[in-house]
C-alpha cells in the first residue's frame, strides 16, 4: 500500500512538473518558430542587408503604443519597380490592385489583459533587440524571447542595467547597455512591478 502511494505520488510530480516545463517551453511559447505569411518578406534581406531604418515601415513605434504595420503602399515605394512581377511579390500587387491589406500573421503577441507601450520603451532607453532580439539578421521573423510576465518582471525590477545609449536603441546588438546611465532620461519614479502597470 505504501509503495503504491509512493508511486502514485511520483507520477503524480513527473506529471505536474511535464505541464510545468511544457508551458514554460520556448515551444508552448512558440519562441524560434516563425508562422506562415500572406509574402515571405525577409528582414535579414531589407532591415539587415538593405539597411533600411525600422521605423520606415514600423512608423510609430517611437510615438505611440503599437509599433505599426507597413501599408502595401510603402512596399511599393520599392516594389513598383523593384522585382515588380517576381512571382513572389505577386499577393502584394495583388493586395495594391485589390485594394485589401496583406494579413500578416502575429509573431509577438500579449493577452488583451495586459498593457504595452513601445514608445514609453524606447523613449527610455530600451532596445528592440531586448524583446525581439536580432530581428535584421531573421529571415523568417519568429518570437526570440516568450514575453511572458516574467520576462517583463525581470527587467521591471531593474531596468537600469538593461538601458542604452538613444542611438543603440535600434542596434542589431547594443554595447551600450548599463554604461551611460546618466545621459540617460531617468525612469519614471514609480514600482513598474504594482500590477497595475501592466493590467488595469
Ligand atoms: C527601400 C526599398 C524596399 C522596400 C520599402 C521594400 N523592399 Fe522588398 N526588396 C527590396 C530589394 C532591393 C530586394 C532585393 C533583395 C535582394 O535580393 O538582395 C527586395 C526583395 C524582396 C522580396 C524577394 C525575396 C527576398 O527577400 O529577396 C520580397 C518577397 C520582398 N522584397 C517583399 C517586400 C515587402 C512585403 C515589402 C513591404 C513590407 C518590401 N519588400 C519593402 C527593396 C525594398
Ligand atoms: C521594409 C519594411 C520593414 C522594415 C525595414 C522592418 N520591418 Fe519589421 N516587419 C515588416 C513586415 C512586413 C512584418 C510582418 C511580417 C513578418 O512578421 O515578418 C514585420 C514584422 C515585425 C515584427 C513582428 C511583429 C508581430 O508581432 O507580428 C517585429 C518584432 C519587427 N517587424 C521588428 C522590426 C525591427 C526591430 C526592425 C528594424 C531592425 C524592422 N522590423 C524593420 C516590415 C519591416
Ligand atoms: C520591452 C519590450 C519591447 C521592446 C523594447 C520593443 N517591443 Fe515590439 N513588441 C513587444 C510586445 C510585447 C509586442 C506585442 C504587443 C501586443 O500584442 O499588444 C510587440 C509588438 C511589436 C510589433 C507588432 C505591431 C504592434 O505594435 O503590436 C512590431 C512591429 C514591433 N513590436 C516592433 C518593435 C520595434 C521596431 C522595436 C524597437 C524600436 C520594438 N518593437 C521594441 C515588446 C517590445
Ligand atoms: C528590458 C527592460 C524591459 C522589459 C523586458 C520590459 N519593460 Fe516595460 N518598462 C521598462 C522601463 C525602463 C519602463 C519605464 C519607462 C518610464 O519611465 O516611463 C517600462 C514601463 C512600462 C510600462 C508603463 C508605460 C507607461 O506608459 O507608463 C508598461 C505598461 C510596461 N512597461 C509593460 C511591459 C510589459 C507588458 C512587458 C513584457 C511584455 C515589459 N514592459 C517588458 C523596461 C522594460
Ligand atoms: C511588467 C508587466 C506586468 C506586471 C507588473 C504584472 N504582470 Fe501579470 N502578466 C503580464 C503579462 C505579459 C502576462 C501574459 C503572459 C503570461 O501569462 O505570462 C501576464 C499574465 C498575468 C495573469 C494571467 C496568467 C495566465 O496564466 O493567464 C495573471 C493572473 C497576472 N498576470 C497577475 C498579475 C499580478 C497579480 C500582478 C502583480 C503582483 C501582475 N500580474 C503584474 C505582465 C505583468
Not at 533587440?129 to 535584421?136: L, P, W
Request: with cysteine; aromatic share 6%; charged share 15%.
Amino acid at each position: 500500500m505504501r509503495l503504491a502511494l509512493l508511486g502514485a505520488a511520483v507520477v503524480a510530480g513527473a506529471a505536474g512538473y511535464s505541464v510545468y516545463a511544457y508551458y514554460h517551453s520556448p515551444y508552448w511559447n512558440r519562441v524560434g518558430l516563425a508562422p506562415a505569411q500572406p509574402v515571405l518578406f525577409s528582414h535579414r534581406h531589407h532591415a539587415g542587408e538593405l539597411r533600411i531604418d525600422c521605423r520606415f515601415c514600423h512608423a510609430t513605434v517611437e510615438t505611440s503604443a503599437d509599433a505599426g504595420m507597413p501599408s502595401t503602399q510603402t512596399c511599393l515605394t520599392c516594389h513598383s519597380q523593384l522585382f515588380r512581377d517576381a512571382p513572389m511579390l505577386a499577393p502584394v500587387q495583388a493586395s495594391a490592385e485589390e485594394n485589401t491589406p496583406l494579413l500578416w500573421s502575429r509573431v509577438a503577441t500579449l493577452p488583451d489583459h495586459v498593457h504595452f507601450n513601445h514608445s514609453a520603451h524606447v523613449s527610455h532607453g530600451i532596445a528592440c533587440a531586448s524583446c525581439h532580439g536580432d530581428v535584421a539578421d531573421m529571415a523568417l521573423t519568429a518570437k526570440a524571447h516568450p514575453l511572458t510576465m516574467r520576462d517583463c518582471l525581470a527587467c521591471h525590477r531593474d531596468p537600469e542595467p538593461q538601458r542604452v545609449t538613444a542611438d543603440e536603441v535600434f542596434a542589431r546588438a547594443p554595447r551600450s547597455a548599463g554604461a551611460t546611465m546618466a545621459t540617460l532620461v531617468p525612469v519614471h519614479a514609480r514600482p513598474l512591478t504594482n500590477c497595475s502597470t501592466c493590467h488595469h
